[in-house]
Structures are given as structure tokens and as C-alpha cells.
């Protein structure tokens, strides 16, 4: 119990929610002191303003962020104040304020939650409506209280200027340790495998997103401010995590053939099992030993387990014979390269965090990091490009744009006692996915309720200002810190803390509530309706396009895969961003997918072809992945025109692919493999009998090798050519009307 409230204490989410009470508390104190309570709260709403704006970063891009959103939310809210006297000038230039601002998302996350500061300050503005002089004072106030807000989260960073970085490579490490872990679960006889996959897939999301959020601030920080001991052990760990990722996915197993195989002999099969779960396991151990900032000792012994499985590969070859057992030998030899090399990986966390860092550990890792983060520009070109129907923001802004301001007349229009609330509730409620739109509404709607059903009881029972003025406080604190994670419970305690505020404010508080619960029903209704009906950013209608990206990435992946086999040397930048990009870009569809299961069946078009290619597209990854790792950690021969003619088969099945998503046509779906291609896989399979044959000139560890990387090669590109393959055929059947 102790352990968890320290973890929660100690979490982003909590240091980002203390920042903000701290910043809207202090000037309500100071000032209420002082007399002056309406400086405080207007102060208040400036720092409430600011930060939603205060995403993760390095220092430059905070500052710069905040004090635009600073900027931006006092001009909005002096503009509004301008203008609401002219209703014939008011609504239209409203309506193009809030497109323009709801348009500015196109720029990415930051400018996304700037966008959405400048609508929350449009919300409330309707709620203190000044004149004269009143208009600069107000303005002026919320742009103190922004710059305030700014003053907070920069003592915060210099406390702790790395706990954000830590506690996101943490989150890394246990996600990582979870996949590896399901993949343990894989050995087991009868394991649920599709739902195993499912829950692996889902993790490549979540770690996509992650990885991009600690890319930008580790590699941001080193072009910045040039590389310091922390940031350079940070950077290991988080390349050696993406390694050991990569390494997994890009590692499979037939694991029907090998239970077949090895039924007689369980005990090697649970000697690597028990190996992988130890290496999940030593990957939580670290996590939480950052976490809790406490000293890392390990609790696995990784090379006594490897050890153990290599006894056990012994021990079946000399039970079977070394003739007989040959082909399991290789496939059990093959499991312990991976697990070697995860080790390896491993290993290189644990020095990171008991001992000084080995210089080498980064050597070469750290050529072209600046080409793996986007650039941080904003040209007007981006903006104009996206004003037409066929991008899901214009579509979004249109939509937001209209229904609020459906909400600002009917609170107009109907005798609400706080029908900015209507506006506020859309703000917040209203996503460009169907998905998301839903669950917050109905999220929204319920923590409504029960705040306002705990709020009441406690109101009924206290009535000590000073006492409900801590509980309004608590109320902020928790609803900030679980807002980001459970919609649900946030906004309970959201609903606690405004119904306290009012509590103290006005005796009233029975019409608060009443008219709390109208505005956000009728907010919560607007917004589900306007998702639902004007001009709705259906999945389906993005999938092709998330379905292009993704086959594009991978035959970009490909062709540098090729290359390196051809050349050999080092691995290149352009190799390693091909790499990153496929990785990313496949993350993106499957998080497409996951948003359309959300949706209505009935626009869960063609479902199960989509389905089909996100599956087939991640295998080609992971099949492309493992050929591209295993030609890197070991010593190839020369590549036969053989393999050449065949990479470059599988690259065309994708163009073509490509080609029929961007012409949505159909033209190209009836392809066969050529009798050239065929005489080639023929003489890919002749390869292993070859070797076979020489093995007499061959000592043992030469023959070993040579008949891997003839398995590992020629059974990664019949599988490659089947996916590809597969890939065209299965394309023309979810463009089909």
C-alpha cells in the first residue's frame, strides 16, 4: 500500500498536477489574505490556462511553448472582450477564431495542446465578460498568472531536472519486460497464441509512443546542451531498450513444430522458457529500482540460465545422436543466440545503473542521432495544405467549430445559469476519433454524476469553509494527476472541486448543481452528436492511408536490408532511420486498427481485410527485422544473385501494393510468381544439400554456421515472398466498394 501511494506521489502525472495546484492556490491565498480574492482566481485561471501546454520536452521547447500559450490565451480572452458588444461582428469573427486556433493542431502535440489552452480560455471567457480599462486589467491578470504557472514548472525542472526522463525509460523497461514475458507465455503447450499476439501488438503501441517522447528529449537535450554523463547513460539504456525490442520481435519461433519436435525432450523447451521469463523478470527488476531510485541488485543469474539451456541442448544431442538429432540442434542453437544476445543487451542495463559506464557500450551508437527526431518547424505550407475535407483536422475543426457555437446559442437561448459550461464541456469532450469522443462522453457524464452525489453529501454534513477550502484542494490535486490516466476519476474529482469552490462562494449550491448536470448533459450530447454526424472521421476512411505509410516503410526497410547484405561494413544512418520509420509507421497503423474496433459496427468497414493486412504487414516487419539482425551479428557470404533476384521480387509485390493504394484501383491484384523466380527458390533450397555435401571439408563449428545462415536466409525470404505476396492479393479486397 505504502509502496503503490509512493509510486503514484512519484509519478509524472502527480508532479504535473502539483505544479498546476500550487500555481492557481498560492495567488488565491496570497491575494484572498490581501483582500483582493478576484486577483487570485483570475490569476488562477491564467496558470490554468498555461498548462495543459506544459508537455514533456527539453527546457528551450517548455519555455517557448508556455510562453505562447501565454500569450495566445490572454489575446484570445482580450478579443472576446472586444468584440461581444457587436453581435454582427462578434459571431463571425468567433468562428473563425476558434477554426483557426482548432486548425493549428496540424503542427503536432505541443501546438495540439496549445489549441486546446486557447479554447479553453474562449470557454471561460464568456464567464467574466469585462469593459473598459476592466478588459486590459483582466487580460493582463490571466497573462501574470500564465507567466507564474511558467515560474512553478521551471523550479520543478531544476529540482528535478532528469526524473521525468528516468521515470519514462522506467515505463520503457516494464513494457519491454511485459512483451518479453508473453513471450515466455508463448512456450506453453496450449497458450491462447492470437490473444497473446493481440496483447503484443498492443505494447508496440504504447512503446512507440514512448519511444518517441524519450527520443526528443534525450537527443534534443544532447544537440542542446551537449552530451553530460547522465544524458550519455540514458541514451545507452534507451538505445540498448530499443535494441532489445527489436531483437524480440525480430526473433520468431514455429512454436507447434518445436513442441512437435521436441515432446520427447520437455525439459529443453522448459529450460528456455524458464530463461525467458528470467529475462523479463531482471528487466522489472531494473525498472523498479529506477522507480524507487533505490540500489539495483539482481535477483537472476542470466548466465547460469544460459549455461543451463546450453547443458541441456548437450544433453539432447547426446540422448538422440549427433545424426539424428542435427536439425533440432540447430533450431535449439538458434534460441540460444537469441537469448545470448538479450543477455548481452541486458547486461549493458545493469552496468548502466551499479556501475561507471562503459564508453564502448556507446561507440558508434550515437552517429546521426539529430536525423532520428522531427524537426521543429512550422511553415504556413503545412497549414494551407490541410484545408480541404480529405484531412481529418479541417474536418475536426469544421466540427468543433459548429457545434460550439450551437452551444453558445443554446445557452444563450435557454434560461442556464452557466451555459459557458456547455462550451467547456464540448472543449474537453470532443476528439477528433468517434472512439475517444464516446468513451470521454460517457466518462464525463458518469464522473459528473458521482462528484456531484459525494460533493452534496459532504456539503450536507460540513459546512466549515476552511475545511471545505483543503478538500477543493485535495479535489484539484487528485483530479489533475488522474485525469490523464482515468478520465473517469478525474473528472469526479474535477466536479468535487468546482462544487466546493461554489460551496464557499455561494450559499446556493443546490442551483450549481442542477445546472451543472443540464450543461454537461447537453454538452456531453452535442459532442457525441456532431461526432457521429457532421462530416465524422471514420477509421476506414484513414486506414489506406496508415496501410500505404506502413508497406512503404517496410519496402524502404527492405532495400537498405539488401544493401547491407550486398556491401556488408558497418550499418548506416539511412539503415537505421529505414529501421525506426518501419517501426513507427507500423505502430501508427495498428493504432489505427484499435481505434476502429471502437467505432460502430457498421462503419467497421472491411474489418477483417484490415485485420488481415495489419497482421500480415507486422509479420513482414518481424520477418525483415530478423534477416536484417541476423546478417548484422554474424558473418555472411557473399549474396548470390539468387537472393538478389528474390528481395527484389518481394520489393515489387509492395510497390505494387503501394500502387494500388494510391490509384485505388484494382488493375494490378492478378500477379503470379514468374518461372524465373521459382528456378531461383529452387536454387535457394539446393543451397543446404550443397553444404550438406562439403561438410566432410568443414570442421564442426565452420558446418554450424554455414547451414544457420542457409536455414535463417532461405527460410526468411520464401517467408518474406509469401507476405508479400499475400500483402497484393489481400489489398484489392479492402479497396473493393
Not at 219 to 240: A, D, E, H, P, W
Not at 285 to 306: A, T
Not at 345 to 355: D, M, P, V, Y
Not at 474 to 495: A, C, D, E, H, R
Amino acid at each position: 500500500m505504502v509502496s503503490t501511494i509512493q509510486k503514484f506521489t512519484d509519478s509524472t502525472y502527480f508532479t504535473n498536477a502539483l505544479k498546476i495546484t500550487i500555481s492557481a492556490v498560492i495567488p488565491v491565498l496570497v491575494f484572498s489574505y490581501l483582500g483582493y480574492f478576484d486577483i487570485g482566481f483570475t490569476l488562477a485561471l491564467g496558470a490554468f490556462f498555461t498548462y495543459p501546454s506544459d508537455i514533456p520536452s527539453n527546457l528551450k521547447h517548455k519555455v517557448n511553448g508556455i510562453l505562447v500559450t501565454v500569450f495566445i490565451v490572454s489575446g484570445v480572452n482580450l478579443i472576446i472582450n472586444l468584440i461581444h458588444p457587436y453581435p454582427w461582428f462578434f459571431y463571425p469573427l468567433l468562428t473563425v477564431l476558434i477554426f483557426i486556433l482548432s486548425m493549428i493542431s496540424v503542427y503536432g502535440q505541443r501546438a495540439n495542446m496549445v489549441s486546446f489552452s486557447a479554447l479553453l480560455s474562449i470557454s471561460l471567457a464568456f464567464a467574466h465578460l469585462h469593459t473598459g480599462w476592466e478588459m486590459l486589467e483582466y487580460s493582463g491578470l490571466i497573462l501574470a498568472g500564465g507567466l507564474f504557472y511558467l515560474l512553478v514548472s521551471l523550479i520543478f525542472f531544476y529540482i528535478r531536472p532528469n526524473r521525468y526522463i528516468e521515470l519514462q525509460i522506467a515505463e520503457s523497461i516494464q513494457l519491454t519486460s511485459k512483451y518479453l514475458k508473453l513471450r515466455g507465455d508463448l512456450w506453453e503447450l496450449n497458450s491462447n497464441r492470437k490473444n497473446i499476439t493481440k496483447k503484443q501488438l498492443e505494447l508496440q503501441v504504447e512503446l512507440n509512443t514512448i519511444h518517441e517522447n524519450i527520443r526528443e528529449i534525450l537527443i534534443r537535450n544532447r544537440t542542446n546542451s551537449g552530451s553530460s554523463n547522465q544524458n550519455r547513460k540514458m541514451l545507452i539504456v534507451f538505445i540498448s531498450l530499443v535494441e532489445i525490442l527489436e531483437l524480440a520481435i525480430s526473433t520468431s519461433f514455429d512454436h507447434n513444430k518445436l513442441h512437435q519436435k521436441f515432446d520427447d525432450h520437455p525439459k529443453v523447451l522448459k529450460t528456455y522458457q524458464n530463461l525467458a521469463y528470467n529475462l523479463a523478470s531482471t528487466l522489472k527488476k531494473i525498472s523498479k529500482s529506477i522507480e524507487e531510485r533505490s540500489q539495483y541488485i539482481p535477483k537472476h543469474n542470466l548466465i547460469n540460465d544460459l549455461q543451463k539451456l546450453e547443458l541441456a541442448i548437450s544433453h539432447y544431442e547426446n540422448d538422440l545422436g549427433k545424426t539424428e538429432a542435427s536439425e533440432g540442434v540447430l533450431m535449439l542453437t538458434t534460441m540460444l543466440h537469441y537469448a545470448e544476445k538479450q543477455v548481452e543487451k541486458i547486461k549493458i542495463l545493469e552496468r548502466a545503473f551499479t556501475s561507471t559506464i562503459n564508453l564502448q557500450d556507446f561507440k558508434g551508437k550515437d552517429k546521426d542521432l539529430e536525423k532520428f527526431i522531427s524537426p521543429q518547424y512550422y511553415p504556413l505550407s503545412t497549414l494551407i495544405e490541410n484545408l480541404s475535407f480529405s484531412s481529418t483536422v479541417f474536418r475536426h475543426s469544421i466540427r468543433l467549430t459548429i457545434t460550439l457555437l450551437a452551444g453558445l446559442l443554446i445557452g444563450q437561448m435557454l434560461p442556464f445559469q452557466n451555459s459557458y459550461w456547455i462550451v467547456l464541456t464540448i472543449v474537453v469532450i470532443l476528439r477528433q476519433g468517434y472512439g475517444l469522443t464516446k468513451q470521454r462522453t460517457y466518462e464525463r457524464i458518469f464522473g459528473t454524476f458521482l462528484g456531484i452525489l459525494i460533493a452534496f453529501g459532504i456539503l450536507t454534513i460540513i459546512h466549515n469553509t476552511t475545511i471545505i477550502g483543503c478538500l477543493a484542494v485535495i479535489s484539484m490535486l487528485l483530479g489533475f494527476s488522474f485525469t490523464p490516466t482515468n478520465y473517469k476519476v478525474g473528472t469526479t474529482f474535477v466536479t468535487l472541486y468546482v462544487i466546493f469552490i461554489y460551496g464557499i462562494l455561494t450559499p446556493n449550491i443546490q442551483d450549481v448543481i442542477q445546472y451543472r448536470i443540464i450543461d454537461t448533459l447537453v454538452g456531453a450530447t452535442l459532442s457525441f452528436l456532431a461526432n457521429h454526424f457532421l462530416w465524422p472521421s471514420w477509421e476506414f476512411l484513414n486506414i489506406p492511408q496508415h496501410l500505404k505509410k506502413s508497406i512503404e516503410a517496410n519496402k524502404n526497410y527492405l532495400k537498405q536490408i539488401s544493401i547491407f547484405y550486398n556491401k556488408k561494413g558497418d550499418v548506416s544512418t539511412s539503415y537505421r532511420l529505414a529501421r525506426k520509420h518501419a517501426f513507427i509507421e507500423i505502430g501508427n497503423l495498428m493504432a489505427s486498427f484499435q481505434r476502429m474496433v471502437q467505432e460502430p459496427k457498421s462503419k467497421q468497414n472491411k474489418l477483417p481485410q484490415v485485420y488481415k493486412l495489419t497482421v500480415l504487414n507486422h509479420s513482414l516487419l518481424s520477418s525483415a527485422a530478423s534477416l536484417g539482425t541476423y546478417i548484422q551479428s554474424h558473418k555472411t557470404t557473399e549474396a548470390s544473385e539468387a537472393f538478389n533476384m528474390v528481395f527484389d521480387k518481394v520489393i515489387e509485390n509492395l510497390e505494387s501494393a503501394i500502387i494500388l493504394l494510391k490509384e485505388d484501383g484494382t488493375e494490378l491484384a492478378e500477379q503470379t510468381v514468374s518461372e524465373e523466380l521459382s528456378k531461383r527458390f529452387t536454387e535457394l533450397k539446393n543451397i543446404r544439400s550443397e553444404e550438406l555435401k562439403k561438410s566432410n571439408s568443414m570442421n564442426d563449428e565452420m558446418y554450424q554456421t554455414k547451414m544457420q545462415e542457409a536455414q535463417m536466409v532461405i527460410e526468411q525470404l520464401i517467408w518474406l515472398t509469401n507476405l508479400s505476396e499475400n500483402i497484393l492479393k489481400t489489398t484489392p479486397l479492402l479497396l473493393k466498394s
